[in-house]
């Protein structure tokens, strides 16, 4: 099947909503040519990392699924996505709770079973990929991360990493590995604040174990970092930087969906303009872009047309990463 030039923008676009009143918006995104929406948190939320005692008392499973079903009926060929990390951010959390379990004292295969059987309710509910597992290794002060990762020995983690890839994705949801290529020591929130990692070349080279162990498992996405990581490229954010991903892609020999952490973060627009950080993060090699819904979508597409028209975007890689994003849906 051929697609536009304007259908391709539209499915590059991965827009996050912060409640269920999401029919505004997303009607005519997905109309347009979306695939991909992210049934996100509220700010509070996020920095809590935990969902409000008001969502969790009133919003039912069925108002969720009822949501999904809708948007369904508009784009059949749809990746409903949310935060499903296994130590911090849970979307689902009051629906499909994920226990933080002790991996000294917890066997692989029950870690995979535990996991496998939280994913079966989390698809029952709609959902089709996840945000998560985390892949980092904090070592030291590390706002962004605080209360998401798993806070042990770097074997513990592979093994969290392995048992959640697997089982979360036999269950039939994606799951996006996050956030390449790993932030041990961050000074600054990169949500809030625009930071660099100046960690060494050596030190993170010695940490991608995790992220080897997700390709290895045949993770379906990875999510590139949202902080300038100094030894790879001084100038780019990792979600829009041309040498991150092609060490991804080459060096790691990983082929999967290349996801972009939130393009409205101060740490990846570095001053720029969304409009341009978007386009620059496509030629990178990104296949979906994540963003606020609170965007102008429509304002964003037509850029990445123009981008097209004019040369600067390659076509044919507009029409890669949209054709990668419709595939992982079907």
Sequence with gaps: MNFTLR????????????????????????????????LGETRKEYLNRAMSNERICNESDQSFIQIIDWAKKIQPNLNIVVDFEPYGINRLEGKVDLEKKDLNKISDKELYSYYFNQALKAKSLGVSMCLGPIADIVAGENPWLSHRQYNGNTENICKLIDSFVHGVQAAGIHCITKHFPGYDYLTKDPAIEDVILHTSLEQILSQLTPFKVAIKAKTSGMMLGPATVE??????????????????????????????????????????????????????????????ASNNLDEICEYIIQAVESGILRKERLSEAANKVRNIAL
């Design 7 to 38: 259908q391709d923008a539209y499915a590059v676009l991965l827009p996050a909503f912060s409640d269920l009143d999401i029919k505004a918006v997303a009607k005519s995104f997905l109309i347009n040519g979306g695939h991909s929406l992210l």
């Design 231 to 292: 030894a790879f490229d001084s100038i780019h954010s990792a979600s829009s930087s041309p040498a991150i991903v092609d060490f991804l892609k080459k060096t790691l020999n990983y082929n999967g969906l290349i996801v972009s952490d939130d393009l409205d973060a101060p740490a990846i627009l570095r001053g720029n303009d969304i409009k341009d950080v978007a386009v620059q993060s496509l030629n990178a090699g990104v296949d979906l872009l994540l963003l606020a």
